[in-house]
């Protein structure tokens, strides 16, 4: 009996402490969500401001993105090399001198090479937070803990919302031109500086110490996430992991890994083409189009941000429970059908109802559930542990290469093609995350990250 008490009590101690670092991790979500959504709200503004043509919109809103690319492409060396939490002290640093930048400018040139600098924090962030909890998380509980990055990320999207509303509402027109949207990108600065502080808090990830062959040091780490048996186990397991291992890239193209490569790499762009982000950045430009003014497309757009917010809720809840690739299914499916709807909806002149807006958020819904959680989750989950780091930093260059193309594409595609064609095209690519799921993708529900990576070389 009293082994038993003991035991729940480690449990609950290993779970207290997990989830507390998992939830410093998840802030850089926080600002990854601020960072690519913030542009929503400011985009109107900056275009009267600095006369942007709908190629420089595109520009202003993708620049950010340039820096992400880079971000992702570098993280992987940098926190191999370094560790994960000296790279991500790093990334906050970058991301505040992005947001402060970004506010400051009189030149649009001066706005983007702000934006940049803020992207490249994003997107080490975005490759590291993830990987980073993955690697302290235990197995059964891997998912939700990943996922609470993209609950983090919504939960950025969601606020900015109300701030960009709440600004844009201070002043007068004239106000919101010369000053409103600076105030937007400037208070990004805030969320970067608690994410600073806290990350002198955590520890280094445990499989990067012992990568580094600094065991002793990963030990006490594990001791706290999995009691004294199983941390113990779990250091022998990660050792013979790496002795299996090159460490070279190349490894992700041999026969064995060359699936998990696909995967990860396939799901992260797909996350993108199926216009997740179209809509994130211009929705107040969309509900326009439906013939909304200004202040009704803001509103209808924080509807936006609060059906992504409590829709991760839920999939925090389902991810270890049902599992990565039943949410996957039923999210890509349902946004097929909605995407058809809205491009019907468009095509149709059927727009000044409530009809495209409930599709949307019934669209918003069905990514929130499955394709915006769960493909970070897989990501930083499907790649052998020496590899791990670079590899999860090819997926998520991937991902944001596929977001530039979609972010800078979409404002000259919706007004040559039409946005029934644009949103046809999205629902086609919805309905191919659906066969590639069900044809490649595999369940890693429950398994630790070394009995993943033994399932590739199975297969």
């Known amino acids: 009996m009293s082994s038993n008490i003991n035991n729940q009590g480690q449990q609950q101690v290993s779970m207290k402490f997990v989830t507390l670092v998992s939830m410093v991790a998840a802030l850089g979500g926080l600002l ?53 939490k000296k790279v991500l002290i790093m990334a906050a640093l970058l991301f505040i001198i992005g947001s402060i930048g970004s506010a400051i400018p009189d030149t649009f040139t001066g706005y983007i090479i702000a934006r940049i600098i803020g992207g490249l924090g994003i997107g080490i962030t975005s490759t ?54 600076r105030w937007m990108f400037g208070f990004g600065a805030l ?45 022998l397991d990660i050792k013979a992991s790496f002795k299996q291992e090159s460490g070279s890239i190349r490894q992700l193209f041999s026969p064995a890994l060359r699936l998990a490569l696909i995967v990860g790499v396939g799901l992260a762009v797909l996350q993108q083409v199926t216009g997740i982000n179209a809509i994130m950045y211009y929705a ?92 970070w989750v897989v990501m930083s989950e499907i790649f052998p542990n020496r590899i791990r780091g670079k590899a999860t930093a090819i997926a998520s260059m991937a991902l944001w290469a596929a977001d530039y193309i979609v972010s800078q594409t979409f404002p000259p595609m919706l007004s040559s093609a039409g946005p029934a064609i644009t949103f046809w095209l999205f629902g086609f690519m919805s309905l191919f995350t659906f066969f590639f799921t069900w044809r490649v993708v595999p369940e890693t529900k429950g398994k630790s990250l070394e009995e993943i990576e033994s399932l590739w070389s199975r297969n």
């Open 32 to 84: 990854f969500g601020f960072d690519t959504a913030v542009v929503s709200g400011a985009i109107g503004f900056m275009k009267e401001r600095f006369t942007l043509n709908e190629v420089e919109v595109g520009w202003a809103v993708s620049s950010l993105i340039i820096g992400c690319i880079v971000g992702a492409a570098g993280s992987g060396v940098l926190g191999d090399r370094f560790g994960r």
């Open 128 to 181: 590291l937070c993830p990987l980073y909890n993955a690697e302290i998380a235990p197995a059964q509980y891997r998912g939700r803990l990943v996922a609470l990055n993209q609950f983090a990320t919504v939960t950025g999207i969601f606020l900015v919302y109300f701030i960009n509303l709440g600004i844009a509402g201070y002043g007068d027109d004239a106000w919101d031109i010369s000053t409103a949207w």
């Open 191 to 235: 969320p970067g500086l608690l994410f600073l502080v806290l990350l002198f808090f955590v520890p280094e990830s445990p499989r990067w110490l012992i990568k580094q062959g600094r065991a002793v040091e990963a030990l006490p780490i594990l001791l706290k996430i999995h009691g004294e048996d199983l941390a113990k186990k779990e250091v």
């Open 284 to 375: 107040p430009e969309i509900f326009k189009e439906t013939g909304s003014g200004t202040n009704a497309s803001l509103m209808q757009t924080i509807l936006v941000g609060l059906i992504n917010f409590l829709f991760t809720i839920l999939a925090v809840w389902l991810i270890d429970k049902v599992g990565r690739k039943a949410l996957l299914l039923v999210g890509s499916a349902s946004m097929t059908v909605c995407l058809v709807v809205i491009g019907a909806a468009f095509q149709t002149g059927h727009t000044s109802g409530p009809l495209v807006l409930i599709f949307i958020l019934l669209y918003v819904a069905a990514f929130a559930v499955s394709l915006g959680p769960v493909v």
